[in-house]
């Protein structure tokens, strides 16, 4: 079975900054996951060419089962707004995480996550940029329970805040969440936490070690997957651990093999 976790920066490449639907179907191809988690998904949105990524996704790995959940409805750095219920934003632009699975999913679980109470300064690079203040956004957790050759196995895709101390509250609230369904439960996702922190924080072993940002020259591990230590010995063994360069996004997806 193989685990993978990949932050899409909506699907645009870094080279030409464009976002073009079959270079984001081959490169989720080319991951051959089983279970695959994504962050900064977008639905419906103008820049991403109106597409649902998530679908674009389970078509590529040929999985049956996926799904979208939103955190916010808008476009982030433009204006947004929360989520009213889990079904608001149809028909709106939204963006959030997927999670898309080869496996039957038997059930779904959303928790949402608050978004920091203040402003907090971000480094943005390039002409005009440096220090801003930004407005945080909601977060979710989406989670399935699957039903595997192994067994059932609860997975989780998140992306946690960037604002410090806030992202660590998130993850302790997501293992909780995480904590009511079956195990062995596993959390994939951008945590913006560094591997020390996000095992510290969450007590759960991480299935795979290596820097996977910035993407050209990885030097920090901000994307995760982490195993809860309940029940772990009904996983199979980690036998290999990938980080390879994509053609979109800043980020390396995150790849673990079990078995």
Same mark, same amino acid.
Request: aromatic fraction near 4%.
């Given at each position: ?7 899409? @920066?909506? =699907? ?11 270079? @984001? ?9 089983? #279970?695959?988690? @994504? ?24 999985? $049956?089962? /996926?799904? *979208? ?5 808008? $476009?982030?750095?433009?204006? *947004? ?8 934003? &149809? ?5 959030? #995480? ?7 999913? $038997? ?23 440096? @220090?801003?203040?930004? &407005? ?13 050759? /192994? =067994?059932?196995? $609860? ?64 030097? #920090?591990?901000?994307? &995760? ?7 772990? &010995? ?24 079990? =078995?």
């Amino acid at each position: 079975m193989r685990l993978a976790t990949f932050n899409l @920066l909506h =699907g645009r490449s870094l080279t030409d900054g464009l976002v073009d639907p079959a270079r @984001l179907a081959a490169a989720v191809t080319a991951l051959d996951a089983d #279970v695959l988690a @994504l962050q900064e998904v977008d639905r419906d949105q103008s820049r991403s060419g109106n597409h649902d990524l998530t679908a674009i996704a389970a078509k590529a790995l040929g999985a $049956t089962e /996926h799904r *979208f959940a939103a955190a916010v409805v808008g $476009t982030p750095g433009e204006a *947004f707004r929360p989520l009213r219920h889990d079904d608001d934003g &149809h028909g709106e632009p939204c963006y959030g #995480v997927g999670l898309v699975s080869r496996h039957r999913v $038997t059930a779904w679980r959303i928790t949402r996550l608050s978004p920091a109470p203040l402003r907090s300064p971000v480094y943005v690079p390039g002409p005009g940029g440096g @220090l801003i203040l930004l &407005h945080d956004e909601p977060r979710v957790v989406l989670a399935a329970v699957l039903d595997t050759p /192994h =067994g059932s196995l $609860t997975v989780a895709a998140t992306h946690l805040s960037f604002v410090p101390g806030w992202n660590i509250r998130q993850l302790r609230q997501a293992v909780r969440a995480l904590r009511t369904l079956p195990a062995p439960r596993i959390l994939l996702g951008d945590l913006n936490l560094p591997t020390w922190a996000a095992r510290l924080v969450s007590r759960w072993q991480p299935l795979g070690r290596r820097p996977t940002y910035p993407a050209g020259q990885p030097r #920090v591990q901000l994307d &995760h997957i982490l195993a809860d230590r309940q029940d772990l &010995h009904r996983l199979p063994p980690v036998t290999a651990v990938q980080t390879p360069l994509a053609t979109i996004s800043d980020h390396r997806p995150l790849l673990v093999d079990l =078995g």
